[in-house]
């Protein structure tokens, strides 16, 4: 199952990498700051017939366009390309991020960053690895770690709590930074570069995948609240590994 993702995920890549004048590709624009590209959608659809096709009984979730997020069984939940304005700006540094469910249960996870060819990948019950090789978070403690955030630009909403937050976060850790990828951050705190990532509002597309390979790598995976993650609405999550994660709450 997970071979077969793999394989179609990596030809999706390559679409990203022959990409070119990226921001003269922009095809719709919701707000000030929210962007799609041609290469945006032209992902999506190679993914949606590639995976149909391999896995015919399957439904589709993707960030561009409609979703039902009501329905039960198995279905994917896909971000074609996870950092859109990295990728519009040429900065390299965008995912494909793809994940496999049984309801609201995360079953396979890929997350593909072409630029690196880092492959993250897991299936539920069998660890996390990249480009083949097992993956586990840090022991090291959010005190002398790193800390990713995220907050997007078009919600406005969120920013003031998010930089108050990380004003603390960043007196406590070793460093803060922040990769414009959602699924990217996730699968960094997974390999154990990076102790922990937060953002609040965060789309089931964004992290479906990266959730469980974090978690398949002994990371805890949490909301604010420190409930379980949804994957049929957005989420204010934590993703850390189990040392750093008790750190980070007492500074919500
Ligand atoms: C965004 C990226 C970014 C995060 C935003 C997401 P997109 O996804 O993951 O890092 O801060 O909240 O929306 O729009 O590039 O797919
Ligand atoms: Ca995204
Ligand atoms: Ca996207």
Known sequence: MLN??????????????SA???????????????FVTK?????QEFLFKELGKAFPDAQFIGEEGENDFSTDGLR???????????????????CISVALCNNN????????????????????????????????????PLSDGLALFGTSPYHPENTD?????????FDFSRDIRRSGSAAYDICTVACGRCEVFFEKGLQPWDIAAGTLILK???????????????FSAPNDVVFANPKAYKEFITLL
Do not use: W
Not at 4 to 17: M, S, Y
């Open 4 to 17: 077969k993702i793999t394989e179609i995920v990596k030809e999706a890549g390559k679409i990203i990498l």
């Open 20 to 34: 070119h004048n990226q921001e003269n590709t922009v095809t719709a624009k919701e707000g000030k700051k929210n």
């Open 39 to 43: 290469y945006d959608v032209a992902v």
């Open 76 to 94: 994917f939940i896909i971000d074609p390309i996870d950092g859109t304005t990295n990728f519009m700006q040429d900065y390299r540094c965008s």
């Open 105 to 140: 249960d995360v079953i396979a996870g890929v997350v593909y960053n072409p630029y690196t060819d880092e492959l993250f990948s897991a299936e539920k019950g069998k660890g996390a690895n990249l480009n083949g090789n097992r993956i586990k978070v840090s022991e090291r």
């Open 161 to 169: 709590e998010t930089f108050a937050l990380l004003r603390k976060v």
């Open 216 to 230: 398949e790598a002994g990371g805890v995976a949490l909301n604010y609240q420190g409930r379980e993650i949804s």
